[in-house]
C-alpha cells in the first residue's frame, strides 16, 4: 500500500500540485492500494450540494484510480475532515475524519493525521477543539459556500501547524514518536502506527514487524512511504 499525506493542494504552488497529479497517475504502477493520511487539500468542506471547485482536477484523477479498481483510503487532516457523501458514495473512497484503525497491508494498523496528539503550541491545541466542535461545523455550513471557501483561505495559515517554527515542529516529532511508540506497547494487537502533520518523516522498526511510520509531507521533496506484509520504505517520488 501507498501511504501519502500532507499535499496541500490549493496553497502550494503549481509545480507541486501537477507533481502530485503525475503521482496519482502513477499509482497503479507503484502499489495496489493508497493511503492518503490527512491534507490532501489546503482545504475541502462537502455541503450538501457544493464541493470545493479548485480541486477538481485531483478529484478527476482520484476517480480514474476507482474505476481502475484502485482502493482509496482518505483519514481527513485539520485542514480536509469535513468530507461526506461526495466522497464515500460518488467516489467510491473509504473516509474516516478521525483518527482510524485499519488493515494496512496486512497489518492491523492506527492511523490518524495527528493534529491534537502531540501538539506543542496552545494555539494548537485550541484550533483543534474548536475546528471539530460540531457547533463550528453547523454554523459553517449555514454559511454561504462562496462565503465559507473565502474565510478557510484567509484562515489557512491559522488552521495548519499555527506556527512555521522548524523547531516546534521538530518537538512535536519527537513526540508523536513516543506516542506511537507508547501506542504499540499497550496495544499488542497493533502492528503499525501511522501518522503525518508534522511534515517530518519518520520510520521505527519495533521488531515482530510493528513500527511507526510517518511519510512526510509530499509538499516537501514529493515524499510518501510504501508498505508491504514484509517491509516499509519512505521513498521520493521521481
Known amino acids: ?19 502530485f497529479h503525475k503521482f496519482l497517475e502513477a ?11 490527512g491534507d490532501l487539500f489546503d482545504f475541502w468542506f462537502e455541503y450538501r450540494a457544493v464541493i470545493p471547485r479548485r480541486h477538481f ?13 484502485i482502493p482509496i483510503t482518505l483519514v481527513g487532516g485539520n485542514h480536509d475532515r469535513w468530507g461526506g457523501d461526495f466522497l464515500t458514495k460518488d467516489l467510491g473512497i473509504a473516509f474516516y475524519g478521525g483518527e482510524a484503525e485499519i488493515d494496512v497491508a496486512g497489518r492491523r494498523s492506527f492511523v490518524a493525521h ?32 462562496d462565503i465559507g471557501f473565502w474565510i478557510a483561505h484567509k484562515l489557512s495559515g491559522t488552521l495548519a501547524d499555527n506556527t512555521r517554527d522548524p523547531a516546534v515542529l521538530d518537538r512535536a516529532a519527537r513526540a508523536q514518536a513516543r506516542y506511537a511508540t507508547d501506542l504499540l506497547a499497550r496495544r ?12 517530518r518523516p519518520a520510520l521505527e522498526e519495533l521488531g515482530n514487524r510493528r513500527a511507526y511510520l510517518n511519510p512526510g509531507a509530499f509538499l516537501d521533496g514529493y515524499r510518501y512511504a510504501v508498505v508491504t506484509q514484509d517491509s516499509i520504505e519512505l521513498k521520493t517520488f521521481q
Open 57 to 69: 482536477g485531483t478529484v478527476a484523477r482520484l476517480q480514474t484510480l476507482r474505476a481502475k479498481g
Open 1 to 19: 500500500m501507498l501511504v501519502v499525506a500532507d499535499a496541500h493542494l490549493g496553497q502550494v504552488p503549481p509545480a507541486i500540485e501537477s507533481a
Open 188 to 199: 499488542g494487537d497493533l502492528g503499525l502506527v501511522i501518522l503525518a502533520h508534522t511534515h
Open 114 to 145: 495527528g493534529d491534537g496528539l502531540t501538539e506543542q503550541h496552545w494555539s494548537a491545541h485550541l484550533m483543534h477543539r474548536v475546528t471539530r466542535h460540531p457547533l463550528t461545523v453547523r454554523v459553517f455550513r449555514a454559511l454561504h459556500p
Open 27 to 37: 499509482v497503479p504502477d507503484l502499489g495496489q492500494a493508497l493511503l492518503i493520511n
